[in-house]
């Protein structure tokens, strides 16, 4: 036999060996992220690594919270007022600051099944202090996390959404306070 030959079975025998050894694993409902860009309080960008080695850049809009749009233009029929913008681009900028001091990022509870929202995933956004242990179990690293769509409706930058039609957001009093 040529010598490349030989180099090619042990190759495949030692391919074999390691796929017998690996042990197939579900993905963890619970993804590290790196922040790439703040779009708007409720949508950032950021790049999941899904799998050690397997990373995926994604838009993900944030579960549960809605906040006001920075961007001029057209939402659920109505033109959205410069008082709106105003306060978007205050929860976008109070967001930039907190996400780019953030120490860790873990995105959850992604559901493919909500990409309604212009091709962006659908998730929750965690932050976790610097303190944080990092374990096998990202899970685990869960406990000291800051969920951030809460933290944001705490702020009054955002208010809860579950679906439907937005409602405009009354820029008279409290930001967080869309028009019924």
Request: with cysteine; proline share 6%.
């Amino acid at each position: 036999m040529k010598p490349l030959q030989v180099m090619f079975i042990i190759l495949c025998l030692y391919c074999g060996a390691l796929t017998l050894s690996c042990e197939a694993k579900p993905l963890p409902n619970v993804y590290s992220a790196e922040l790439i860009k703040v779009i708007d309080a409720d949508t950032i960008k950021v790049r999941l690594l899904l799998y050690p080695g397997l990373h995926q850049t994604v838009n993900l809009r944030i579960a549960g919270i809605d906040t006001p749009e920075s961007r001029r233009g057209v939402k659920s029929g109505q033109r959205i007022r410069e008082c709106e913008i105003i306060l978007g681009h205050q929860a976008s900028d109070y967001a930039r600051n907190l996400l780019h001091h953030a120490q860790q990022l873990r995105v959850k509870n992604i559901d493919p099944t909500l990409t309604k929202y212009a091709s962006r995933i659908n998730g929750e956004l965690w932050l976790l202090d610097g303190d944080s242990p990092m374990s096998n179990s990202m899970s685990n690293s869960m406990n000291n996390a800051m969920n951030y769509g809460a933290h944001l409706i705490e702020q009054g930058l955002a208010v809860p959404y579950t679906g439907g039609a937005r409602q405009p957001w009354e820029c008279k009093t409290n930001p967080a306070t869309p028009v019924q």
